[in-house]
């Protein structure tokens, strides 16, 4: 039997890097994507071709609407504007929320973390009878991926 894992239990968890402060969910999110990436360095040898792949990088998009009144373990617009303009590192997880009825606990859907920046925020604004402010986030990892980076 599967157990599909809904988008909408999919979550980008932030906290300023080099503290115990909880973490903050982006809140409002439409849609998310995580995305890790490893160049591979090949050569051609009378052996064969041989290969070996580069660390990997990893790196998260996510749209959302702007909530103007956050909770305070909720992040928007202006608290990652913050992240950016102060040029603060930051942990993040991006991991699926726990499902208790299909038998599905916190990150068994997916589970990644580890530290980066927000590199480029963007908002939207849409005149329509039901359009509204929208952002979307851009952030990027250093470090090693499943690992919280203590370098500042």
Known sequence: M?????????????RRSGTSNPFKKIVCVEDSEFTI???????????????????PEFSASINA?????????????EDIKSFI???????????????????????DGIFNYGSGYFSELGAAASAESDGLLTFSVNFEGVGVLDVYDTDS
């Open 2 to 14: 599967s157990i599909e894992v809904g988008g909408k239990l999919v979550n980008f968890w932030y």
């Open 37 to 55: 990436t490893s160049e591979l360095s090949k050569r051609r040898t009378n052996c064969g071709l041989k290969g070996v792949p580069s660390d």
């Open 65 to 77: 609407v702007q909530n103007i009144n956050p909770g305070a373990l909720e992040g928007n617009y």
């Open 85 to 107: 303009t102060n040029k603060y590192k930051a942990d993040f997880q991006y991991a699926s929320d726990e499902d208790a009825a299909n038998g599905v606990g916190y990150g």
